[in-house]
T-cell receptor, first 115, second 111 residues
Framework: DAGVIQSPRHEVTEMGQEVTLRCKLI?????LFWYRQTMMRGLELLIY????????DSGMPEDRFSAKMPNASFSTLKIQPSEPRDSAVYFC?????????????FGPGTRLTVL | DQQVKQNSPSLSVQEGRISILNCDYT??????FLWYKKYPAEGPTFLIS?????DKNEDGRFTVFLNKSAKHLSLHIVPSQPGDSAVYFC??????????FGAGTTVTVRA
């Protein structure tokens, strides 16, 4: 997973604070997914970018969540204001090259805790 | 609305025995199914997949079985090894970019 770098790896913040999660793609890619993992619901797709444009943001929980992909190497997921129920592990992923399109390659994730 | 369900949150198996993980889906449009493995503090990694035109796919110790009529798939790991202890996610997709994931099954392989 050296091709997808996420930062920070852990984030602890207080309710109401703004949180920004980052995803860096070493080789660049024109498609990117953001997922959220919780115990109850497993992995949920939040948003999908293609050619740096959000194609599907139907999984974004509410207006407190926003995401950008300004170029093929970088994306951010912002939560403002954060709430305790946002506590989860957030992953970004890219389609795996050379494979069937649906095979996705995940970053190591950011564990977010909102107190 | 979970379209992919893994009803067993955990599974404990003795080393050398078979691990069987189950997954059910509701969307008949799914035509591709995958299993991912996840270790703590790492992202999920692709393990094995199967197309809806097949009913079995094997890769070393890992075999995935698909029963389309029952909308059910399973992952068999034989023999189970301590390094197989992880969370396993079942995922399904159709001819687009989306994957629907199950909640995961935590496998513990006992020595």
């Amino acid at each position: 997973d050296a091709g997808v770098i996420q930062s920070p790896r852990h984030e602890v913040t207080e309710m109401g604070q703004e949180v920004t999660l980052r995803c860096k793609l070493i080789s660049g890619h024109n498609s990117l997914f953001w997922y959220r993992q919780t115990m109850m619901r497993g992995l949920e797709l939040l948003i999908y970018f293609n050619n740096n444009v959000p194609i599907d943001d139907s999984g974004m929980p509410e207006d407190r969540f926003s995401a950008k992909m300004p170029n093929a190497s970088f994306s951010t997921l912002k939560i403002q204001p954060s709430e305790p129920r946002d506590s989860a592990v957030y992953f970004c992923a890219i389609p795996r090259r050379g494979a069937y399109y649906n095979e996705q390659f995940f970053g190591p994730g950011t564990r977010l805790t909102v107190l | 609305d979970q379209q992919v369900k893994q009803n067993s949150p955990s599974l404990s198996v003795q080393e050398g025995r078979i691990s069987i993980l189950n997954c059910d889906y509701t969307n008949s449009m799914f035509d591709y199914f995958l299993w991912y493995k996840k270790y703590p503090a790492e992202g999920p990694t692709f393990l094995i997949s199967i197309s809806s035109i097949k009913d079995k796919n094997e890769d070393g110790r890992f075999t995935v079985f698909l029963n389309k009529s029952a909308k059910h798939l399973s992952l068999h790991i034989v023999p189970s090894q301590p390094g197989d202890s992880a969370v396993y996610f079942c995922a399904a997709g159709s001819n687009d970019y989306k994957l629907s994931f199950g909640a995961g099954t935590t496998v513990t392989v006992r020595a």
